[in-house]
């Protein structure tokens, strides 16, 4: 018979944390109530998701939890306990484990350096990396984590340096694990094994925080939800019979649309064409392959792949940032492979730029001036040299009106806005110009559900130009993202990027995330079918 | 004519005087490496060396103990280190400009202190060469290697030690992984400003070290600007030998050499112009950095203050 009164042991051989308990958490920052009176509980064997918008107050209570911020009010508890958790070395002494979003590693060091960094060494000052190099494989063997101690973190794979990142927390004896948007850049594939090692953890023991704003993996894997909005709690319930929508209203506040409305459109005449395009990257490799796609009107084609697989070089070379090797790009039948970012705006190219913050604006310069950056040096907005600022006032007026954008003033410095309206001044500058082919990379991330909802719509509004009698053709959309939820929503076809290549292009009807996912693991659709038996 | 230069006793000359030369270099580039791995660039070696120099030739003289110069050396050179450290990490100053202006403000200190506490160049009795038993026997090689001075052979000493530091101890391992990525050094529990601000500080002292080595165990007298540009070029050895002390060493002896080259093509009177010989080294640092910057990688945090994010 189990003894009650013994400490229940981990896998790892640490103890367990029966049930951490944040009490009336409050913690306000110069002019903004992050967290108010914020309680939130998790036990061992259980996962609960913490769900919320951008600036919720999410990352403000795990850094508390995590000894990163002291919190102006309220009481950590742990078993009971009352406990003081002034920096990470405290949180982590009492088995906290933290994974963010973006991995803490350091690349230039090998797995095992890293997992020991920090940490008092068996041998004094000098390191004891073959004891350390020992106990990793042996954590990868009781938990399915598998990873060469000796490679350097820059050698692997981002799902490796995942696991690199959890053994890291187990290494120190976490029981309890905080995962900051785990999934954000796995493959779906990677992420259906993610899930199996963490339901394997929750049943031996382990307490897990699970972040997230992807709703149905928080319904795949949660016991149960904890919603923030605005710094305090608004629902905290079992997962139970809640469906995808309830979330997200409760998120946002109002009712949100997860599935935008798509009418259904006849394509037109390809507007964008790449024909077997080469170029390379800043490091001097060739980041495009031979890559060839073609976007017609009122057609978004969406680019599915893992960031780093040539996407951000094809929106380049798109949009004469950076030249091509090799190959050719089209635009309505004329070659623009050569041209320049100067001369192809008047051809009515607009560009959303994957880095909003450092390619799509400039943060110091005021809402207005960057609404008519792009033709800034044009009439009406200049002659002769001169600006004429009332013309500009007007049309940032109307911008500010049409695109819904929150700012203060026009004259308000753009860096002082939310992810969110920024991308909806950049939005606004690049498709009041109506062009013929936006390339819209990475749109929405990063962004909160309500606002990402806007720019769905506004692409898709863009997509449909062609209803409008006033015009004659819809815009053809290149949509890169890495969401595959937001490919499979707005896409009317799907190509996949891997290595510089084209996997394949399916069309929407025919596309699953499953095969999408093999096909953005570089796995080619006639090896997929043997691959995977049929179920 | 050019063949004079390769007879064996000038070859030997040119070896001995090399392996001399390299002390003031390897003991501040090898501080400078410590400071670059953990992401700081200090400029104002040349600052701190001039300083040290002037420290260590000063109480040497007064006091008649060559060890009380050291250490005065080592204690001025601290100090710049530690308002180094000060500035660029608790104050997050721009490094290359606050670098800049501790390499001006050694020059200005150093100089000032010369002329009114000594008033015209005087010598000091410097360390002696030091015949190491058995090994200074060998033929030809006991002559250049093994009867230097102790600072030399300090020096030469220091590389391995610096390079075992670095790469087996748990002290290196903070420092290489804070210098490139402070945010997961911090994430566990790594004091990334204490870990930079003894890196900088072992930097000022060594730097301090490399000055008194020419003060009184090279040239054994100060003068304004002792240096001469010597501190520059042990910044741009850390480039050269790509962050590693041995690295270090190599293009230490890489310069020395060429300096020793351009010394005895003067002694011999040889027909090129000295201009064009004392120019040598510092053409050879330019060269070797272009080369040197496309071959490895510096710290990812190298310059970049560490903030914890809010």
Not at chain 1, 56 to 67: D, F, R
Not at chain 2, 68 to 74: D, E, F, I, S
């Amino acid at each position: 018979m189990m003894n009650s009164d013994a400490p229940a042991v981990l896998p790892s051989g640490k103890p367990r944390i029966e049930r951490l308990e944040m009490l009336g958490i409050t913690k306000c920052f110069p002019g903004v109530r992050a967290n108010e009176c914020v309680s939130f509980d998790v036990g061992a064997g259980e996962v609960h998701a913490l769900l919320g918008e951008n600036g919720a107050g999410k990352s403000t209570l795990m850094k508390v939890l995590y000894g990163l911020y002291r919190p102006d009010e309220g009481e950590i508890r742990i078993n009971g306990r009352p406990v003081q958790i002034n920096s990470p070395v405290d949180a982590i002494r009492l088995g906290i484990g933290m994974i963010h979003q973006h991995f803490m590693l350091v690349p230039s060091l090998t797995v095992a350096e890293n997992v020991a960094l920090g940490l008092p060494s068996s041998r004094g000052p000098l390191t004891d990396l073959d004891r350390v190099s020992e106990r990793v494989v042996e954590l990868g063997k009781i938990y399915g984590l598998h990873v060469d101690p000796q490679a350097r973190v820059w050698q692997l794979s981002v799902g490796q340096q995942q696991r690199v990142e959890i053994i890291k927390a187990l290494y120190r004896g976490a029981a309890l694990l905080i995962l900051d948007e785990p999934t954000a850049v796995l493959t779906p594939q990677e992420v259906d094994e993610f899930f199996v090692i963490l339901k394997q953890m929750v049943r031996d023991g382990h307490a897990v925080i699970f972040i997230s704003h992807k709703l149905h993996e928080v319904l795949a894997i949660s016991d149960r939800v904890t919603v923030l909005r605005d710094g305090m709690v608004v629902g905290s319930q079992p997962r139970g019979e809640m469906t995808k929508a309830d979330l997200a209203r409760m998120m946002v506040g109002r009712e949100v649309s997860l599935q935008p409305e798509k009418p259904v459109l006849t394509p037109g005449r390809a507007r964008l064409e790449v024909h077997d395009l080469w170029a390379l990257n800043d490091m001097g490799v060739a980041a495009l392959q031979g890559v060839s796609l073609s976007v017609h009107s009122g057609e978004i084609l969406g680019l599915a792949g893992v960031s780093g697989n040539g996407q951000r070089e094809l929106a380049q070379v798109i949009n004469g940032l950076r030249p091509a090797t090799k190959g050719q790009v089209l635009l309505d039948g004329k070659d623009i492979t050569t041209t320049s970012t100067a001369e192809l705006i008047p051809l009515g190219s607009a560009y959303i730029p994957e880095e909003r913050m450092r390619d799509g604006m400039i943060k110091d310069f005021t809402v207005a001036e960057n609404l008519i950056l792009r033709d800034h040096h044009r009439p009406p907005y200049a002659r002769a040299g001169f600006f004429d600022f009332k013309a500009i006032a007007e049309v940032a007026a109307e911008r500010i009106r049409a695109f819904r954008i929150k700012t203060p003033s026009q004259e308000t410095l753009a860096k002082n806005l939310s992810g969110g309206n920024i991308q909806k001044i950049i939005l606004a500058r690049e498709l009041s110009r109506d062009p013929r082919v936006i390339i819209a990379a990475q749109p929405t991330r990063g962004l909160d559900i309500g606002a990402m909802e806007y720019v769905h719509q506004r692409l898709l509004e863009e997509r449909a130009r062609a209803l409008q009698a006033e015009r004659k053709e819809g815009a053809a959309i290149l949509l890169i993202s890495e969401d595959l939820d937001e490919v499979l929503a707005l896409s009317d076809r799907i190509a996949v990027m891997y290595e510089g290549r084209i996997m394949g292009i399916l069309n929407r009807a025919e596309a699953t995330p499953e095969c999408l996912g093999l096909l953005m693991a570089g796995v080619a659709p006639g090896v997929a079918e043997e691959a995977v038996p049929a179920t | 004519m050019i063949s004079e230069l390769f007879t064996a006793q000038v070859l030997l000359g040119i070896l001995t005087s090399g392996i001399r030369l390299a002390t003031p270099y390897l003991y501040a580039g090898i501080g400078e490496t410590f400071g670059q791995r953990s992401g700081v660039l200090n400029l104002g070696v040349e600052g701190q060396m001039l300083v040290g120099a002037f420290a260590a030739f000063y109480v040497a003289r007064k006091t008649g103990n060559l060890w009380l110069g050291v250490l005065a050396a080592l204690l001025v050179g601290a100090l710049m280190g530690l308002a180094m450290a000060f500035i660029s990490i608790t104050l997050r100053a721009k490094q290359g400009i606050s670098g800049i202006g501790f390499f001006l403000f050694g020059l200005g200190l150093s100089d000032l202190l010369f002329q009114t506490l000594l008033g015209s160049v005087q010598t000091v009795s410097g360390f002696r060469p030091l015949a190491i038993p058995l090994l200074s026997k060998i033929p030809v090689l006991g002559e250049v290697f093994f009867n230097q001075n102790l600072l030399v052979y300090g020096a030469y000493l220091l590389v391995p030690i610096a390079a075992f530091v670095m790469d087996k101890t748990t002290f290196g391992l903070k420092v290489r992984a804070v210098g490139e990525n402070p945010e997961a050094a911090d994430s566990l529990g790594v004091n990334v400003s204490l870990v930079r601000y003894i890196t900088v500080t072992l930097g000022g002292m060594l730097s301090g070290l490399a000055g008194a080595s020419l003060s009184i165990a090279l040239l054994n007298v100060f003068q304004q600007n002792l240096t001469s540009g010597l501190g520059f070029i042990a910044v741009a050895l850390v480039y050269f030998g790509g962050w590693r002390p041995w690295g270090v060493l190599a293009g230490a002896l890489l310069f020395s050499m060429v300096n020793a080259l351009q010394l005895w093509v003067q002694v011999l009177g040889l027909p090129i112009p000295s201009e064009f010989a004392v120019m040598m080294p510092y053409v050879l640092t330019i060269v070797a950095l272009v080369v040197a910057v496309q071959r490895v990688r510096p710290p990812t945090a190298l310059t970049k203050p560490f903030i914890r994010e809010g």
